[in-house]
Every structure is written in C-alpha cells, then in structure tokens.
C-alpha cells in the first residue's frame, strides 16, 4: 500500500497545513489512490485523455472541497462526454451541480461564486455554447482582478470540448482558442496527451485566476502512456511553457490539441524524406511561450504553424508576429500557417476534411518552407 | 372561424377578473379572452393541482372543452359532431406516419454510416408538428432548433431534400452544407434548424416581427403571416425565451410559442431543472394566454393551434402553448438514455399519438383500414425513393466549400492582383486548402 501513503502524503502536501481536512480526505484520497491502484493493475500505465481528465478532477475536489463542478448534465448523465464519471455518488449533488440550459446563467453563478471564495470548474457541452455566457467569461472574470485592483481575483476553470468533431455541422464545431487568447486576464490551456490534461487540469484548478480549458471531444478516447511522475496526484505542469514533442533541426511545426498528433504524423512522414521536424505542443495559449518556440526557430530558421481554427486572427498569426519581432533576421523562409479553411464548418463528410488542416497539408507546408530559400517568394 | 374556442359560454368581460379570485375560474376562461390581460384569468386551483403531470388535464383549463367532452364520445361509434373532416384525418394520417417513417429510416441510416454526427429523432412527438404545422400556409414561419426533421417534411421539404442533406449530399436541401441541426428552406420558409436551444426563439420572434412591420410601414394589408416556434422544456430555462415573451407580448406579434415539453432534456429531467415546472404559466406573467395541451393527441394540439394561429392571424398577439408530449427515443442516436424510467416510457408508448389517431379515424367510420393502409404504403415508397435518391446523389464538389459564406463573395476581399477575389474563376478551386 505504498501508493496509498504516498498519496496521503502527497495529498496533505497539498492541502497544506490544514490537518482537519486531512481525515476526511483520507477517505476520498484512499478512494483514489484504490482507483490509481486499479489503473496499473490493469492499464498498466496508460491513460485515455478523458481518464486523465477524471482523474485530475477527482483528486482536486478531494484535495480541496472549494472545489466544485457545475454544468449540464454533468451529475447524473456522468458528464455529456463522461469526463464526469463517478463524481455524483462520491461528491454529492451541492458538489457535482446539473444546471438547467442556461449558459449565460449558470457562468455567472459560477463567476460569483468565484468572487466570493469558492472554486468552480464550470463545464460547457462544448465551447461553442460558452458564446452564450461569454460576457460573463470576459467582462466578469477575466477583467475583474484588474478593475477590482486586485481586490477580488477568480479562481474559476472554463472547461469544455473546443474545435471541431466529427459530422457535427457549423455550429458545433468553431475553435475558439484565438478568441479567448487575445483577451487580458484569462489563461488559456489546450492539453494534447493525457498527462498534459492532467497536469494542466491541477493546474488551472489551483491557479487563482481565471483559466479557459481547451479540450477535444475527438482527443477523449485517446490513449497514451502516462509516467508515474503523472499519476501522483500533486502533479502539476507548469502554465506558461510550451513542450517540444519532436526534436529536430530543418523545420518547426508549432501546433496544439488535435493538432499535435497530426503534426507528429507529418514529422514521421517528413523524416522519411530526409526533412527533421521540431514539433512544439503550445499547451499554453494564453501566456504564449515565446521564448521556446523563438529558440526552436533560431534553430531550424523555418516554421509552419499549425491550427485547426479560423485563418484570420488565429494564434499562427500570433506567433509568426512573435518570431517577426523577436528573430527575424533567423528566418531562412516566409512562415507557414495551417489553419482551418476561412468558411464556417460544413457538415458533407468530404467538406469538412477539406476545411480542416490534414496530414498531408502540414507535410506540403514544411516542404515549402524547406526548399524556399528566396523569403519574398512570387504570389502563391 | 369562430373567433374563440367552441366552449366558451360566458362572455369575459374585461375587468371581470377581479372579482374572480376564489372558486374555480370559469369554464370560459380557458384561453378565451380577446382583450385584457389573459394572465390574471389564469386562476390556479393550488390545492387540485397535482404532484406529477400525468393526469393533469383535468386541471389545468386550457383544454379545448370541445375535446374534452369528446374524449369520452370517441371510444363509441361514431358521433355527429366530428372534430376533423375525412380528407383532414387522412392528411393529418399521413403526416405524422411520414414524420415516424423518416425517422425509423434515419436510425438505420444513422447506424450503417450514411449519415453522420448529431441525429436528433422525433418518433413519439409527431402530433405536435402535424398539429401545428397542418394549419400554416406556405408564407407562415416555421422555426425548430435540432429536432428539425419532421418540422421539415411538415412544413414542406420533400423527403428527398431531407434525407439528402443528412446524407451529406450535394441535392440536400442545404447543398450538404447544413447537416442534421440545420434545415432551411426560404421556399417553404423554413428558418432553422438551431443547435443552441433557444437559438431559434429570437429569430422566431424576429420574423414576426417582419410580419407586423410589412403590414404597418409596407403597407402589404394582406400580410398576416404567422411565425410558430418549436423547442423544447430544457429551452424554458433559457434567458432568450423570457426576453422574447416579453418583446412578442408588448408588440402583439403574430406568433406561436410553442413548447414540445417532453419532459427531457439529454439526461436532465424538466423537474431537476426548472422551480415552477408548469411552462404554461409563463404565458399570463408576460401578458399572453399560456396553454397547456396534450401533446400525444393531434385533434387536441390542432384545436389549440387553430385557436392560437387564429389569434396571431388577427392581430391579437402572442400565444404560449405547452404541449405535454414524450420522445420514444434517446435525447440523439449517441444518447444510451439510461435515466428514463421504463415505466415512463411505456406509459407514453401506450399514447402513441399515431395509434390513437388511427384509432379515431376507424372508429368515427372517416376512413377504412385498406385506406390507412394505402397510406402506410404509400410514405413507404415515399422514404424507400427518399433513401434511393440520397444514396445515388454526389457528394458536393471540392468547389461548393466556399460558396454561399457570403451573399456577396466580394466579402472574400480583394486578391493580389488587384482585382476581387471572386471574380476569379479558379477562386474556389484553389484557396479551399490553407
């Protein structure tokens, strides 16, 4: 049972100094460690992402009972996308909250509650339904530590499946990370593998500010193997820092979410031809982490930025205006970006594999910008 | 048509309500008021009203009287007073039958992978649509959100276009564009086809909203077009539902609230979600008639509708009306739809509203067996063809990605060379990969 002191001690790390806590804790942190206990027996350390994100959730709202989950259908449903699973009859329902449909409502409740102490992960079914409440994202928790100044701060999580799915038409289907990455005062994560959802989940839960929690209903049935440094339950990864996937000199592909995986594929396809890709998983959105993928630039001179949403004003314009500012005289060629086509979603099967980035696009664009040694190449 | 419901006996007087405050209200007072506000009618029994909603009927007033007093009637032969002519049962007949035939058919679509994403199906709620939508001229507006399909083929859409837009296809009625959630038709004035619930709701108000403004400023006098909305219990929780009460009863515009409550929402039951369950009351706080109505039953929706449709029609505002009615499956073709009570399921299932249509039609002697079952028949074909089509029909071109974003592609902006991107031929053929 040395995993259960582990986490006992590990738990009451966390928690601090608050001994009381530490009984009743022990309770729900040996429920889990008894369910970390069941995944290598049987999982022998593999995760999916949407275990990974059940996982995290349980131990922070075991850690800390602050901490509480509201949205719809996340009660008794276990979650639209079963991220919930199992919460209802171990945290109760003044803890696992179903909300009616009512998005503009229910995150500001959840902001208020913020407000006044306590530590809400609202769920939204996906983020296209958080436009409903954006004003409460924006002007209620994202601005308020600095119109309060510092008077009142938001510890509040946004989660939800962001970006496309499969077949699920144009309202459905938007990415919204360049929307919520353009707005001071909020946070703004986008896990790909597991232990980044589970690291980066502790961590927005704990963070005193308000964080947007990127997911992806397609990434939920992911599987990946998960260290036993991930599987602690005061694993945080840190916001802010990007991680290099794929090393590599010729070429860096920037990318994050869904869009890692298909960037690694391209870099398996690329190595082939004798193209090494560095491919950087953003995880943070919102503070971009400017200083790796600069150095990476300065390494390879060429980069392609990758995402699945909408061309104009996306994060790949951001950061190519990032490595403009900072490392221009670097670049051996013009940047790349790959992003969804500039049309809402459509839902024909063979229109939507046109709108979004694929495979083959990534490895198109890397060969681009390998064999471009002139910047101001002709009108493409 | 009589401009109130056939009961009524007691003349409303306006005012009169004050006075009324004890006893049980009225016979007359369910619905019928042409002035004042219909809210203060809406005098509830508390005590009568009961716990669950089953077996409400009796209570809540709104009901037609003409149909409660020929629920019983119906059961025995024939009476002389029929609600609905042959040829209007057998068109309400084959409506609905054509609503549960499309659907069953989209579940078998759904699961051999023809169609795709979000499937959202109907099957138990047709009298709703029939109900309404039967009445609606071409010109009258129908708005839904994502249980679309059969307020589609009730409004018009052929089978074929319907079927064709969730196969994806380039024939659909929305070039494959729109998918399961999105059915639009200008033709048949169609206007959606929402994925947010509630989405529909100010768009529906909106479009009454044109209706009222082209009869007073343009002046078209003989523009009474009637906007319905459909959505469902989950949307009563919805901020947009109460701002557009509010607007369509201070304008009096022609609209039909419509409210399919079939008492789920995914996994969440209307009870879990909502303080005061009754929907209808919603109505008399902002100012409309709310009615409740059984749902399953489609002579009682449509005497409802005529009466609510009429209203509109004449100028004389908004109406809510709740339609107790029940979804036979999931919440979508993903859904497990583990929570729901069998016993509840079953209990709807036993009011099958096409059952009990059929029920009546053989029992008031309006048509035969034989001819219902020419019908059934008949939608066969109709779905079979539907499904031919759909399957033989081409997928949309790599060129239709970038149209119809825009009504004027010069929204596309200006290319390199100068001139607007759109006027270049090869304008869709290249850009459509970033």
């Keep these: 049972m040395l995993s259960v002191l582990r986490r006992k001690a590990a738990a009451a790390a966390v928690g601090g100094s608050d001994a009381m806590l530490l009984g009743g804790r022990l309770r729900k942190s040996c429920a889990a460690a008894a369910a970390g206990l069941r995944g290598y027996a049987t999982a022998a350390k593999e995760m999916t992402v949407r275990e990974a994100l059940n996982s995290a959730l349980d131990e922070e709202m075991s850690a800390d009972p602050k901490v509480f989950l509201m949205g719809e259908e996340v009660g008794e449903y276990q979650g639209a996308y079963k991220v919930s699973k199992g919460f209802l009859p171990k945290f109760g329902p003044e803890r696992v909250v179903d909300t009616p449909i009512t998005e503009a409502g229910f995150t500001g409740i959840g902001v208020g509650a913020a407000y006044y102490g306590l530590k809400p992960v609202v769920e939204f079914m996906t983020f296209n339904f958080a436009m409903q409440a954006i004003d409460h994202i924006i002007n209620s928790a994202a601005k308020t530590n600095y119109m309060s100044a510092g008077n009142i701060s938001v510890p509040i999580v946004f989660r939800g499946p962001n970006g496309a799915a499969a077949g699920v038409g144009a309202q459905h289907s938007q990415c919204y990370a360049a929307w919520y990455g353009s707005c001071p005062g909020l946070k703004v994560l986008a896990p790909y593998s597991s232990e980044d959802a589970r690291g980066l989940l502790k961590a927005a839960i704990r963070d005193p500010d308000p964080v947007v929690f990127l997911e992806n209903e397609l990434m939920y049935g992911e599987r990946f193997p998960v260290s036993a440094e991930a599987l602690d339950s005061s694993f945080c990864l840190p916001i802010g820092k990007a991680k290099i996937e794929r090393e590599g000199k010729d070429v860096t592909i920037t990318a994050f979410s869904k869009m890692v995986g ?119 | 048509m009589s401009a109130a419901f056939p009961s009524v006996r007691a003349v409303c007087r306006p005012g009169s309500f004050a006075g009324e405050k004890r006893g049980p209200p009225p016979a007359a007072a369910s619905g019928k008021l042409a002035s004042g506000f219909l809210g203060s009618a809406w005098k509830l029994r508390f005590g009568a009203l009961p716990a669950r909603r089953r077996g409400s009927s009796s209570v809540v007033v709104a009901v037609s009287d003409v149909v409660k007093e020929k629920k019983p009637k119906r059961s025995s032969s024939s009476s002389s007073d029929l609600l609905i002519t042959k040829e209007e049962g057998l068109e309400l007949y084959e409506d609905m039958v054509l609503g549960r035939t499309f659907e069953d058919m989209c579940a078998q679509m759904y699961y051999r992978g023809k169609m795709f994403g979000f499937v959202h199906l109907y099957n138990g709620q047709e009298a709703v649509s029939t109900g309404f939508i039967k009445l609606l001229k071409q010109e009258d507006c129908v708005l839904s959100h994502y249980r679309d399909h059969v307020h589609a083929l009730s409004k018009g859409v052929s089978a074929r276009a319907v079927m064709s837009e969730l196969f994806g296809k380039t024939t659909g009625c929305c070039r494959g564009q729109g998918g399961s959630m999105h059915m639009f038709s200008k033709e048949h004035n169609l206007l959606g086809g929402f994925a947010f619930i509630g989405e529909g709701i100010p768009i529906a108000t909106g479009a009454a909203f044109t209706s009222k403004y082209r009869r007073e400023v343009l002046k078209e006098a003989d523009c009474d077009h009637v906007t319905v909305a ?41 009870l879990r979600a909502t303080s005061d369950p009754q929907i209808w009351k919603k109505g008399p706080a902002f100012g409309m008639p709310g009615v409740h109505v059984d749902g399953m039953d489609v002579l009682k929706v449509r005497e409802v509708a005529k009466e609510a449709i009429g209203r509109a029609r004449r100028g004389e505002g908004p109406t809510l009306v709740e339609c107790e009615t029940y979804r036979f499956r999931g919440h979508s073709l993903a859904d497990p739809d583990e929570l729901r009570d069998p016993a509840e399921k079953a209990h709807y299932a036993a009011r099958d509203p096409i059952v009990a249509l059929k029920k009546y039609i053989l029992e008031s002697n309006l048509a035969s067996e034989a001819e219902l079952k020419a019908i059934d028949k008949k939608i066969d074909e109709i779905i079979e ?37 759109c006027e270049d031929p090869k304008f869709t053929e290249g850009t459509a990969h970033v």
């Design chain 1, 262 to 380: 298909l960037s690694l594929e391209a870099a398996e396809i690329l190595a082939k031809e004798g193209i090494t890709a560095e491919v950087i998983n953003l995880l943070s959105i919102r503070p971009l982490d400017r200083p790796t993928i600069n150095a990476s630039v300065r390494k390879t001179n060429r980069l392609v930025t990758v995402e699945e949403g909408f061309p104009q004003h996306g994060v790949g314009a951001e950061i190519c205006m990032s490595i403009i500012e900072d490392s221009f005289g670097y670049l051996d060629a013009p940047i790349e970006r790959i992003t969804g086509a500039d049309v809402p979603m459509p839902y024909a099967a063979n229109l939507e594999r046109m709108a979004l980035p694929q495979i083959e696009d990534i490895v198109r664009a890397a060969k681009r910008v390998c064999h471009r040694s002139v910047p101001m190449a002709a009108t493409a």
């Design chain 2, 230 to 270: 459909f959505f469902g219990d989950g949307t009563c929780n919805n901020g947009q539902f109460y701002e557009c009460l509010n607007m369509a009863a201070l304008w009096k515009l022609p609209i039909v609230f419509v409210v399919e409550n079939n008492l789920w929402a995914i996994g969440m039951s209307h």
């Design chain 2, 385 to 421: 063809d539907a499904v031919e089509f759909a399957d033989a029909s081409p997928i949309p071109p790599r060129s239709q990605l970038l149209e119809n974003v825009f009504a004027d592609p010069k929204g596309f902006g200006i290319g390199p060379d100068g001139r607007y991107r």
